[in-house]
């Protein structure tokens, strides 16, 4: 691996999780870390495809993706504050034939290709990040975040090989107009965003709950998987449980169609997890 990036978004599967930012160019954000990838070429100042993912120890083969955790952020200045609706720039992430785009609006558990793991357990990747407005109008000058994991599959995709990795931040700087300076940008990554983020580990922990609670609806134990677009288990009696978008849903078997159980928060409570 030769050629890293700005920054180098490196990675580590060990003792059966991905760890994150292991070459330490990661910022703190409250408790998340935050990449922050600056847009400074002259000739393409909303494009960047210098940043790497790379990662090693992944062993077990498979396909490593990244999942997009939350949808697109933008710094307001006057407000002081990162926001969630109200404008109409979005992300567009590309990596070989694979693209995702992410709005203020949707994006939100979208997965893309990072690496297909067939004879190596190490990568290096060099996905392109392009700033633009829905209509492919040039965006604002100023910073936009979103949130990310880190996770991988076998090659049918049926099943998680790797779990995924804490929720991190890509942070964008853009400054082609010369009017959102670093002073600015660094005021603007002391905010943390006002989000809920998804915890895979106390997902799971909930879902191994209401198996032992409930057997007669989830009558075994199951690993979980991504199932369009839930975070699911799904049992040989045809019952489901899989969360989105921080709610809890059941579907299926004696279940019938999908139906809202609470949101995870409320669950935790709950449960006392």
């Given at each position: 691996m030769s050629h890293e990036g700005e920054p180098n978004m490196a990675f580590l599967w060990r003792d059966g999780k991905i760890e994150i930012d292991t070459a330490l160019q990661g910022r703190a954000l409250g408790d998340y870390t935050a990449f922050v990838i600056p847009f400074t070429d002259s000739l393409t100042p909303y494009r960047m495809g210098d940043s790497g993912f790379t990662g090693s120890g992944f062993d077990q083969g498979g396909i490593v993706s990244y999942q997009i955790e939350s949808t697109l952020l933008k710094w307001s200045e006057t407000q002081s504050q990162w926001l969630q609706e109200g404008f109409t720039e979005q992300l567009v992430i590309s990596r070989l034939s694979d693209e995702n785009t992410v709005t203020n609006q949707e994006g939100n558990g979208q997965q893309g290709f990072i690496q297909s793991l067939t004879t190596s357990s190490s990568f290096e990747t060099h996905p392109i990040f392009k700033i633009q407005r829905t209509d492919e109008s040039l965006p604002d000058d100023g910073a936009y975040m979103v949130f990310i994991s880190i996770l991988g599959v076998d090659e049918t995709g049926e099943h998680i090989l790797y779990k995924p990795s804490a929720p991190f931040a890509?942070?964008?700087?853009?400054?082609?107009?010369?009017?959102?300076?670093?002073?600015?940008?660094?005021?603007?990554?002391?905010?943390?965003?006002?989000?809920?983020?998804?915890?895979?580990?106390?997902?799971?922990?909930?879902?191994?709950?209401?198996?032992?609670?409930?057997?007669?609806?989830?009558?075994?134990?199951?690993?979980?998987r991504f199932i369009a677009g839930y975070y699911?288990?799904?049992?040989?009696?045809?019952?489901?449980?899989?969360?989105?978008?921080?709610?809890?849903?059941?579907?299926?078997?004696?279940?019938?169609?999908?139906?809202?159980?609470?949101?995870?928060?409320?669950?935790?409570?709950?449960?006392?997890?």
């Open positions: 890509l942070v964008f700087h853009i400054s082609a107009q010369e009017s959102f300076d670093n002073l600015a940008f660094v005021q603007a990554l002391k905010v943390v965003p006002d989000i809920q983020l998804n915890d895979y580990n106390r997902i799971d922990t909930l879902y191994d709950w209401a198996e032992s609670q409930f057997p007669g609806l989830f009558p075994h134990a199951l690993e979980s699911a288990r799904c049992y040989d009696n045809a019952v489901c449980i899989g969360s989105r978008d921080g709610k809890v849903y059941t579907a299926g078997g004696i279940l019938g169609d999908i139906t809202e159980q609470g949101s995870l928060e409320m669950l935790y409570d709950i449960t006392g997890l």
